[in-house]
């Protein structure tokens, strides 16, 4: 087993965090099957408010720890954990499950169409049974459609909470398949987003280069990154 099954979860404000680093997490993911989170300040601030959200994080199977907010709330707690990037997440799964069948699900259809032609490129072998752009008026029509294909790996990439909202409805209706709500990576497969240089990611700044780049991002991360310090001191100090 490439995975330690007595991994203890971390919490975090009430919220389990998996501490697994990328070859453990899927390993896991491949054995358990069923929703990977990757979890941020403002989900966490959503969910705290929004208690159907927050039982659809609870419920996921795997939540892994992509950007430095939640990775700083964590070490505030006393906990040491990695990032593992969403992005690079799913396309390790992409990779790993190129042979089983692939349900893609989100972004403009250009973007869709264009990232799935980048991917078929990479990827040869790559076996997409299904795919959807994220601007549907129907959504029991792309459920009913996603469920007949029976894809065993599912990457939706309609931003939070729509993202999360989908494969929960999914969820029950395919047990056996692995479910990942994946943001803008289908943008930046299209190559129509970049990813921020190698420093940023390293030092886990990408959102900061994404923000001077889309200002409008700021409404989103503030104060919400702040507050959110705010809870988890009070956490460690209660
Ligand atoms: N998106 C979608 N349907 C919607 C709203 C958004 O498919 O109703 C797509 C959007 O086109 C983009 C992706 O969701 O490709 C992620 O958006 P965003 O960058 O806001 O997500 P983040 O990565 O910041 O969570």
């Known amino acids: 087993m490439g995975y330690n099954q007595y991994m203890e979860r971390v919490n975090l404000l009430g919220f389990p965090i998996d501490t697994y680093d990328m070859p453990e997490s899927i ?16 989900m966490i601030d959503y969910a705290l ?10 419920e996921a199977e795997l939540i892994i720890v992509d950007g430095v907010g939640v990775q700083l709330g964590l070490r505030i707690l006393g906990h040491s ?7 690079e997440f799913a396309k390790r799964m992409l990779l790993e499950l ?3 069948p692939i349900a893609l699900i989100g972004a403009k259809t250009y973007v869709m169409e264009k990232a799935i032609n980048n991917l078929k490129e990479e990827i040869p072998n790559i076996n997409i049974v299904y795919s959807q752009d994220g601007y549907f008026n129907d959504e029991n029509k792309v459920i009913e459609e996603t469920i007949q294909k029976e894809p065993e790996l599912i990457l939706v990439a309609m931003g939070s909470p729509k993202q999360e909202e989908l494969i929960y409805k999914l969820k029950s209706k395919l047990p056996n398949a692995i479910m990942i709500g994946v943001g803008g990576s289908f943008d930046v497969w299209a ?3 970049e990813r921020a240089p190698k420093i940023y990611q390293k030092l886990g700044l990408e959102w900061l280069y ?3 780049k889309e200002p409008k991002r700021f409404k989103r991360i503030f104060p919400t990154l702040p507050l959110f310090v705010l809870r988890v001191l009070k956490e460690k100090w209660s």
């Open 98 to 100: 190129s042979c089983k």
């Open 191 to 193: 190559n129509e987003v």
């Open 81 to 87: 954990v990695k990032r593992i990037a969403g992005i």
């Open 210 to 212: 994404r923000t001077i």
């Open 49 to 58: 408010k929004h208690k159907e959200f927050e039982k659809i994080i609870k």
């Open 27 to 42: 390993e896991y993911i491949k054995a358990k099957k069923g929703h990977v989170v990757t979890i941020n300040p403002e």
